[in-house]
């Protein structure tokens, strides 16, 4: 198999894995225990908490581990104060988990702008100040975008929201752990992140809350998290969240360099060998093992059917696209032509991929393409 889909999810690391087994076989306190056994699971995850905080220059206080990215941005979003009189600003290109979020919000009564993005997926600081009301509690941009890999203007989104004393909350779940991110330095006030995107398990991750003491929880209960956030901690989740974070972090320049190899190889492959494609994204200003690529007349959902019964992973534009609904919002809010937009296939590279693995892919896509095209 070669799996080129880690936007998707990612293969779990071994150091997170040799940290998770002994949590599960032996060590499985309970961290809120009052017993040795359960304070070694307790300052597992103090530890974890100290690290992650390190690695993003914000306090351990600051941090709320949680189940993931869909977690972490609902409750970036539905924790906001007076909330049905609120107005939220985000974008078009948002992941689910914030758009849904925001549309909830909305029929609680909340105002939301969804903001425009240039042709490659990025937004206009102008027009994100225009947008500004008195009553904007909340401006919401993502920091990358898990379809077509633009960066957004991330640190100058900070400086106008803190220059108007709004929350910026950026969903982080996609650019965590492949690119450098400052929360202090980019003047980010809440930030979620995932840990299956950076070879950490699956249903684990944490919200970043600067303000952590005007912070509403969403889940309520044994007051875990410092009561912010119930629910007795997944301690091997978040171990193992910590040891891929480590090597994340440890090897970020190592692997960006490697992706952006192994894209930019693709890229210039794919657009040299096949007629009639389109690159979507921002050419450089982008994560470093996303390429998507839209084909004129190719039914995208059918061309990853194909693909994957050839062993390769990859995905169409969006989970819409397969069932053969609209295609996304991401690729609706860039004008892709719409001969283009329903053959829109993302190819997510990471740093254990090979120039091998490349090479077939971009063979058999080819052949595939013809095939669909001669049909
Ligand atoms: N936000 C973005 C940008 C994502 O790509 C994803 C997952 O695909 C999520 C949020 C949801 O994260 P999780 O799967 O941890 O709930």
């Known amino acids: 198999m070669i799996y080129l889909d880690n936007a998707a999810t990612t293969a779990v690391c071994k150091e997170a894995k040799e940290a998770m087994v002994p949590l599960l076989e032996d060590e ?15 300052s597992i995850v103090e530890r974890a908490r100290i690290r992650m905080a390190g690695m993003i220059n914000a306090n351990p206080e600051n941090i709320i581990f949680t189940s993931g990215g869909t977690e972490s941005d609902n409750s970036a979003v539905l924790k906001i104060k007076d909330i049905e009189n609120s107005h939220i ?16 919000a909305r029929k609680k009564g909340a105002e939301v702008t969804y903001l ?44 106008l929201a803190r220059a108007y004393g709004i929350t910026f909350h950026t969903d982080a779940v996609q650019a965590f752990g492949h690119v450098p991110i400052n929360v202090a330095r980019m003047n980010i006030d809440m930030m979620s992140v995932s840990a299956h995107k950076f070879n950490g ?11 952590i003491d005007d912070f509403e929880p969403l889940i309520w209960g044994g007051g875990q998290e410092n009561g912010k956030r119930s629910g007795t901690e997944n301690v091997a989740g978040i171990a193992g969240m910590e040891q891929a974070a480590i090597q994340s972090i440890k090897n970020m320049s190592y692997r960006m360099q490697k992706e952006q190899y192994l894209r930019n190889y693709l890229i210039n492959r794919v657009m040299n060998e096949i ?10 200003k982008r994560l470093p093992g996303n390429a998507n690529f839209s084909f004129k007349n190719i039914n995208a959902a059918k061309l990853v059917e194909d693909m994957g019964n050839e062993g390769i992973c990859i995905s169409a534009g969006s989970a819409c696209a397969a069932a053969g609904g609209k295609p996304s919002q991401v690729i609706m809010a860039i004008n892709v032509q719409k001969e283009y937009a329903y053959g829109t296939v993302r190819i997510t590279i990471s740093h254990e991929n090979t120039r ?18 001669e049909q």
Not at 89 to 104: R, S
Not at 201 to 211: A, D, H, M, T
């Open 275 to 284: 007629d009639d494609v389109k690159l979507n994204g921002h050419k450089f």
């Open 28 to 42: 499985y306190g309970n961290p809120s225990a009052n017993y040795p056994f359960g304070d070694r699971a307790g």
């Open 356 to 373: 091998d693995e490349i090479d077939r892919t971009v063979e058999i896509m080819k052949k595939l393409i013809k095939l669909q095209r």
């Open 116 to 159: 425009n993005v240039n042709p490659d997926g990025e937004i206009n600081i102008d027009e994100l100040e225009k947008s500004i009301k008195e009553n904007t509690r909340l401006i919401s941009v993502m920091f990358a975008n898990n379809e077509i890999g633009t960066i957004e203007p991330i640190a100058k989104i900070g400086r």
């Open 89 to 104: 600003i985000t974008t078009k290109i948002e992941h689910h988990a914030i758009l849904n979020t925001c549309e909830y």
């Open 201 to 211: 398990p699956k249903g684990v991750g944490f919200l970043y809350v600067r303000n």
